[in-house]
């Protein structure tokens, strides 16, 4: 390993503080929700290594700004206020009990606007799997710091969006669409994104086994069952570095499930392993990795970065619980990979490829993201509550 622990610590840091001075908190504006969703966890990873208050209070703060800006209304919306309708009283006490908004720096498609698939990149409304992400971050909140109201809030959040984005086909067969409007009332893309049945299974476990933990049930049990058979029939398989780091994410919170209690998730993990490991081998003997940072995504290749930090997790826990000759098989194949997670890293430190385009372009997610990989602690791990 190049950068030792204590230099991944001290850039992890920098580029958090460098984030933090281009979207300050206190101010409106600039709050971004998949980017924020990691940065929560960078803070709570600082927390855990560094035992500074500060870091937990920053989490906190970006929290707060969060269901500030992203749960209410823009201001160029002809609706004014929180997503929910609630007063201002009500609304700071159920944040995400009608979502939150994706922060795209477009307003959302109006219903008599045709769809164009490339401006709609660039529109707001609601995506599932951002949404998934900000679960993730409430729900670690609530795991380090012992606190329940981020546990509540998560699962609202699931509680949600599960029922707005989920739809019943002709046959009774349930379907998700990718995209909604910010009020959740219509869908903006109407197909399904391929892992998002998969992560919301998995996050509602994870969110049910916190709750409990915390003296709470989660009351999810609907929405497992549904999710669980929507994800049975959507393909694994995906050689884009992003979804890809996303799979090993979700593998390695299973892990982390089987082995803290007990769920019988082995053949899903198998799955997903098996997906992974063709995937990964896939993208690493691609051109991809050759070309120029001008031609390439830092923030998808670092979503790689950060599920492969989660391989090594795996295999402690498959050699502390089960000992199984197939997930060690299948994790020793995958372990070939994990050094590129540092190749990805040390690339997008230079401060020549971070000059590119490309970078600058979306400055706030590589940077964030980038962060993660150097200190994945708390947004690769789950489980809790982890403050006593």
Known sequence: MILNHEARIEKAAALMEAFEARTPFDRTGGRYLWTDAFAVCNYLSLFKRLGAKAYLDQARALIDAVHRELGTFRDDDRRHGALSGLGEADAANYPTVAGLRIGKALPERGEAEAYDETSEWDRDGQYFHYLTKWMHALDRMAAVSGEVRYSRWAVELAKSAHRAFTYAMPDGSKRMYWKMSTDLRRPLVMSMRQHDALEAYVTYLQLSVTARALGDDAGLGGELEATGAMAETMPLATDDPLGLGGL??????????MAGHDLPLRGLLRA?????????????????????????????????????????????????????????????ALQASVPMAEVLELFWLREAHQAAATWREHADINTVMLATSLLPDAFLTIGGPEHA
Request: aromatic share 8%; hydrophobic share 45%.
């Open 248 to 257: 090993l994410f979700d593998a390695t919170r299973v892990t982390q499930l």
């Open 272 to 332: 997903m392993l098996e997906a992974a490991r063709e995937g990964t081998e896939r993208f690493l003997h691609s051109s991809a990795l050759r070309y120029p940072a001008e031609a390439r995504l830092a923030f998808r290749e670092l979503g790689l970065g950060i599920g492969l930090h989660g391989i090594s997790l795996m295999q402690v826990l498959n050699d502390g619980h089960w000992k199984n000759g197939v997930l060690a098989e299948q994790l020793g």
